[in-house]
């Protein structure tokens, strides 16, 4: 069964530190994603990657980078957090260049607070 | 640019009627359109995709949506909705010719059957 799954389900930061978000597929899939959840703002891209060392930023990049060192693990990191990156953060992933496919897999979101 | 707009913040709808959850959308060919539902405190699980063919399409717990070009509008439908379909339910999009693998989501319909 397919399966991404993400390191915190709950995190607490302090403004200024810096904050790792880990994500894991085992689905062998190229794409990766990484969301967040606002309520009345949906879902938003931050960053996605399509290959290992490969990356392109999507709609709020800012204040965030990405990692992708492995095929399988997609990192998004929070360079010094403020207290407007508190949110829902969303990982996916999916197949490459497959029209058939295009389904997104999602893990169970991590809720950051940052005080 | 593609976007997805969900004009309704929550539908309430009573056991057993059917059920309409609206998308509307923007790009610039042929769209590539998704409904995902979150059910609380869960992550986003895929319900149903257009990407060619037959404008109607079925998914998953007995959903379906149609693909309307002229009206640019992928609506969400249940023949006869169970308390059990409470979540929020939200419509993406991707533009195939676009080059990239960006996925935009609309804000999200919560969606409250009542017994």
């Known amino acids: 069964d397919v399966k991404v799954t993400q390191s915190s389900r709950y995190l607490v930061k302090r403004t200024g530190e810096k904050v790792f978000l880990e994500c894991v597929q085992d689905?062998?899939?190229?794409?990766m994603f990484w969301y967040r959840q606002d309520p009345g703002l949906g879902l938003r891209l931050i960053y996605f990657s399509y290959d290992v060392k490969m990356k392109e930023k999507g709609d709020i990049p800012e204040g965030y980078s990405v990692s992708r060192e492995k095929k399988e693990r997609f990192s998004l990191i929070l360079e010094s957090a403020s207290t407007n990156q508190t949110s829902m953060y969303l990982c996916a992933s999916s197949l490459l260049g497959a029209d058939t496919q295009e389904t997104q897999y999602f893990g169970p979101g991590t809720r950051l607070l940052v005080l | 640019a593609q976007s997805v707009a969900q004009p309704e913040d929550q539908v309430n709808v009573a056991e057993g009627n059917p059920l309409t959850v609206k998308c509307t959308y923007s790009?610039?060919?042929?769209?590539?359109l998704f409904w995902y539902v979150q059910y609380p405190n869960r992550g986003l699980q895929f319900l149903l995709k257009y990407i060619t063919g037959d404008n109607l399409v079925k998914g998953s717990y007995g959903f379906e949506a149609e693909f309307n070009k002229s009206q640019t509008s992928f609506h969400l439908k249940k023949p006869s909705a169970l308390v059990s379909d409470s979540a929020l339910y939200f419509c993406a999009v991707r533009d195939p010719t676009s080059g990239t693998y960006k996925y935009i989501f609309g804000t999200g319909t919560r969606l409250k059957v009542l017994a």
């Open positions: 689905m062998d899939h190229e794409n």
């Open positions: 790009v610039s060919g042929n769209p590539y």
